[in-house]
């Protein structure tokens, strides 16, 4: 029942921008940290951005902090990452995650792959 589904990645060049989604669906956002997480090939995989399990509360990770920005839009049941200013480093498979205090283990998408090149 529930599901994550990232779309909006694609091939951008250095400096462009790009716009990811996560739709969900299943469970309510209300008391829900939603975060955007990325993996490059041969790296961990590393937070890039949470929302808040309430309050609305966002943080961001050290390497996209002033060119990312993680937002929803309730009506739509959906999360979103702006990205800004992109650098070939930013490439990666980005994933959605859900998570709610009392889930043993969180909810993840399939994945969006981002590549920056030129």
């Known amino acids: 029942q529930v599901q994550l589904v990232e779309s909006g990645g694609g091939l951008v060049q250095p400096g462009g921008s790009l716009r990811l989604s996560c739709a969900a669906s299943?469970?309510?956002?209300?008391?829900?940290?939603m975060s955007w997480y990325r993996q490059a090939p041969g790296k961990e995989r590393e937070l890039v951005a949470t929302m808040g399990m309430t309050g609305g509360s966002t943080n961001y990770g050290d390497s996209v902090k002033g060119r990312f920005t993680i937002s929803s839009d309730n009506t739509k049941n959906t999360v979103y990452l702006q990205m800004n200013s992109l650098k070939p480093e930013d490439t990666a498979v980005y994933y959605c995650?859900?998570?709610?205090?009392?889930?043993?283990?969180?909810?993840w998408g399939k994945g969006t792959l981002v590549t920056v090149s030129l």
């Open positions: 299943g469970f309510t956002f209300s008391s829900t940290a």
């Open positions: 995650n859900a998570k709610k205090s009392w889930w043993r283990t969180p909810y």
